[in-house]
């Protein structure tokens, strides 16, 4: 019994230890700059919804594929690291790269007051704004048309954020004062589809590539309300200053080659840039 017991606590104190080690390892990544890492592993980490067409989601055979996608791989071809893609859950992006499972989010990530006290954002390099998708049966043709109707929203977003935080422009009046909240825009636009949602809050780029492959966009009213325009840009830790530094380089050398033009057109058919990159 006693070398039994012995055994048993040998295990559990080296156990503890393998813990404590990961956990002091994981606080020394999220507390310190990384880009030698990076650079000296030739990989980075970056976390994704891969479903948000057509900025990064994985395609019919499985690859991930979207303008983000290609970004961040030209990106980070110029430095000679490669990028893996690390499909996560939305509503926990930031506590995803706090934690250090990933070492950026990017992947139509709008700059925000309240993500900007979490992560340090590259300079922006595509502008979006918030729009309300309904079925032209519904009538739907200004978000005060929405009284008393059942918006959804993707949870996590920057559209809910703006929802919630700017209560007036269409919170107040919709049914229960809230929207059904999904994991993916995906998943919402089904339900609108159905009737079991009268109107989704959605970032533009994604209604419109979305409707447009679908073969639906006649379908459906796309309508803009006050809240104001939004910015997409990267969100890194804190502590990796380098890194934004690099990627914000980049940016303008993509720009400056005709390489960041190339991959807008691809899948917009038009330059997105913002004047900050260009």
Not at 176 to 190: K, R
Not at 216 to 233: H, K, L, M
Request: with cysteine.
């Amino acid at each position: 019994m006693t070398k039994k017991f012995f055994t048993v606590l040998t295990l559990a104190i080296a156990s503890f230890i393998l813990v404590a080690c990961g956990s002091n390892k994981a606080k020394e990544t999220t507390t310190k700059d990384n880009w030698k890492t990076y650079q000296s592993q030739k990989s980075i980490t970056i976390g994704f919804d891969n479903t948000f067409v057509p900025m990064g989601y994985e395609d019919k055979s499985g690859k991930n594929v979207g303008f983000d996608i290609d970004l961040a791989n030209a990106v980070f071809k110029e430095y000679g690291i490669k990028v893996k893609w690390q499909a996560i859950n939305w509503d926990l992006k930031e506590t995803e790269l706090e934690n250090g499972n990933i070492d950026m989010i990017w992947n139509g990530y709008s700059i925000t007051k309240e993500r900007k006290e979490k992560v340090a954002f590259t300079n922006p390099y595509m502008k979006n704004e918030q729009v309300l998708v309904s079925k032209k049966s519904n009538h739907i043709t200004d978000f005060k048309a929405m009284k008393d109707k059942v918006l959804g929203a993707q949870s996590g977003s920057s559209g809910y954020e703006a929802f919630t935080a700017n209560p007036k422009v269409l919170k107040d009046f919709v049914k229960d004062g809230d929207a059904t909240q999904y994991e993916t825009f995906t998943q919402a636009l089904i339900d609108l589809k159905n009737d079991r949602i009268d109107g989704l809050l959605i970032d533009r780029v994604y209604a419109n590539y979305y409707l447009k492959e679908e073969g639906d966009i006649d379908q459906y009213n796309i309508v803009t309300g006050d809240f104001t325009g939004e910015d997409f840009a990267v969100g890194a830790r804190k502590a990796d200053k380098t890194l934004v530094k690099k990627v914000n380089g980049a940016f303008k050398k993509l720009y400056k080659d005709g390489k960041f033009q190339d991959i807008s057109t691809k899948w917009f058919g038009e330059d997105v840039a913002t004047n900050v990159i260009k």
